[in-house]
């Protein structure tokens, strides 16, 4: 963790009127009085990347007073760098190709006229350094998270803090900031040989499964979360080539076609398979996860019961997160309809929203989301999958599914600069039915070929209305994150969020509206704690 925040006062670390302030897993580098690199994160070996290396380029690309080539910085990371100049301390602040590591920004005032300025990678912790009034609940993000789960547009639940796109490079100094990109986003294919492109792109996730253990704790083995799917497939066959010990885990019932499907993928591997349970015991995640915000949603608590105490003995979590966005038939996206931003907003907002939103919420969430797509520009698959990435894949990252809390690191394959980029050059078409991904599998793990092993296609091992139901102890935890009497503002309907306890403990709710619950609960819950 580290954060960089306007402080006139003299600092332990920091350059004059920049404080840098990290925990123990961040790296601090630099000459005294002149300059400091701070960097929280890894760097893929393999690539001949070091911190050291990093800041001499760093330190040359400033002397020389030209950009910085950053296309050989590859892996996961966030980071600034001080400098001291006559005129007054300069900030680079950087985050990795794919925004794998956040990056927040808060500025006094416009970019040609800043006061102030605070940067970090850790959401929680760069809010108390903040104005009280930057902290208060932005409105436009809870619209949004109501209605689609996910904040847009960079928008964070605090109303001064943004959350910073992929391969950001934000620079401060002399009372102005400057906004530019190392990556973006580019769906533009161009591979054309089907064969070609399946052997690439396995090639890549091996060489991504052998980065992941050069970064792994290998005393201990690595947790896979196994859902029988593909993803998680193919990074536990990545990670098993490149010789990483590994432990399963089931999240869910184990009476459910996924399990049965877990554990066959588990016996081909011939690795354990843990079954989590615990499954009603989210509740007693809230305020650890409220303390580690953004935890997009505090019912993917969930996902932290019973794995709480895997994790502790792991080398690390691993998932397939982004396999789906990236090669699965969920990635595909039309390329006909409307063609605007506007009118495609429009469009993905009626594909996405879970609940009608309210008319002011349209024209909020809409304008948002149309902004967002003019930054991407690009063909209309380019923007709608664009979108897809930035606000409603990479949003959910800090979930309990891809989160430990601070104990451990997270890691997929598919979170690999160089997968990512072979993935984005397939044609929209190959997506069609899996057919890529079915092929992947079959030519290279043959035993796990979805037509041996069929691959789940429903959430039924899932049920949170049955882990809900009874639950005493969930009632007792959600009544503190909401006052019981307020109106929940549902759409076409009167009911306080007590109401709602009462009937998700009766059993009475429906999926459906336990999920509404949740988002509600969960934007009460930043403005109890943090707005």
């Known amino acids: 963790m580290f954060s960089v925040v306007s402080d006139d006062d003299a600092v332990t670390h920091g350059l004059p009127g920049l404080r840098v302030v990290t925990d123990d897993r961040a790296t601090l580098l630099g000459r005294d009085g002149h300059d400091l690199l701070v960097l929280d994160g890894v760097l893929h070996p393999d690539g001949g990347m070091t911190p050291p290396r990093l800041l001499r380029m760093l330190r040359a690309a400033a ?15 966030a980071g600034a760098y001080l400098r001291s100049t006559p005129g007054g301390t300069q900030l680079l602040a950087f985050n990795d190709h794919l925004g794998v590591a956040d990056l927040y920004a808060w500025t006094d005032g416009p970019d040609h006229a800043v006061r102030r300025v605070a940067v970090g990678d ?8 903040i104005p009280a009034s930057a902290r208060r609940l932005d409105e436009h993000a809870a619209d949004a998270f109501r209605v689609l789960g996910a904040t847009v547009n960079g928008r964070t639940f605090a109303r001064g803090v943004r959350r910073l796109p992929p391969g950001t490079l934000l620079t401060f100094g002399g009372g102005t900031v400057r ?44 947790l896979l979360g196994i859902s029988g799917g593909h993803d998680s497939r193919v990074t536990g066959a990545a990670c098993l080539a490149a010789g990483m010990e590994l432990t399963g885990y089931f999240f869910g019932e184990r009476d459910s076609t996924a399990a049965r499907a877990a554990g066959h993928v588990a016996r ?7 079954f989590t349970g615990h499954h009603g015991e989210l509740s007693r995640y809230f305020e650890r996860a409220l303390r580690h915000q953004p935890l997009a949603d505090l019912e993917w608590c969930k996902y932290l019961p019973g794995r709480d105490t895997l994790v502790a ?24 309809g409307p063609q605007d931003d506007r009118a495609i907003a429009t469009d993905l907002l009626r594909e996405l929203a879970k609940e009608p939103p309210e008319p002011t919420a349209t024209e909020r969430i809409v304008t948002d989301i149309t902004e967002e797509l003019a930054a991407l520009g690009g063909s209309s698959v380019q923007r709608r999958r664009g979108f897809n ?13 891809f989160h430990t809390l601070g104990k451990i690191p997270h890691h997929s394959v598919f979170e690999d600069i160089d997968v990512f980029e072979c993935a984005l ?26 037509s041996r092993v069929a691959v789940p296609t429903t959430n039924e091992h899932k049920p949170i209305e049955r882990w809900l139901r009874g639950n005493a102890e969930f009632a007792a935890h959600a009544g503190h994150l909401v006052d019981p009497a307020e109106d929940m503002a549902l759409p076409g309907r009167r009911q306080t969020f007590g109401e709602a306890i009462d009937a998700i403990v009766a059993g009475r709710a ?11 609960a969960t934007v009460k819950a930043y403005e109890r704690t943090h707005g």
């Open 63 to 77: 002397d020389a007073g030209t950009a910085a080539d950053w296309s050989a910085v590859k892996g996961r990371y």
């Open 122 to 129: 850790d959401f929680a912790a760069l809010l108390p350094r």
């Open 179 to 222: 906004r530019e990109r190392s990556w973006r986003y580019r769906f533009e294919p161009t591979a054309r040989d089907f064969d070609e492109a399946v052997d690439r792109c396995w090639h890549l996730i091996t060489q991504a499964g052998r980065r992941i253990a050069a970064h792994t704790e290998r005393r201990r083995p690595a």
């Open 268 to 274: 081909v591997w011939d690795v354990p398979l843990e």
């Open 313 to 336: 003995g792991s080398g690390a979590l691993l998932s397939g997160r982004l396999g789906d966005h990236l090669l699965s038939d969920k990635g595909h996206q039309p390329e006909d």
């Open 389 to 401: 990435f930035h606000s409603m894949s990479m949003s959910v990252k800090q979930c309990g599914l």
């Open 425 to 450: 050059d397939l044609p929209n078409a190959w997506r069609v039915g899996n057919r890529f991904y079915d092929t992947l599998l079959a030519r290279r793990q043959p035993r796990l070929a979805p």
């Open 510 to 520: 429906t999926r459906n509206e336990i999920h509404g619950f949740f988002r509600r």
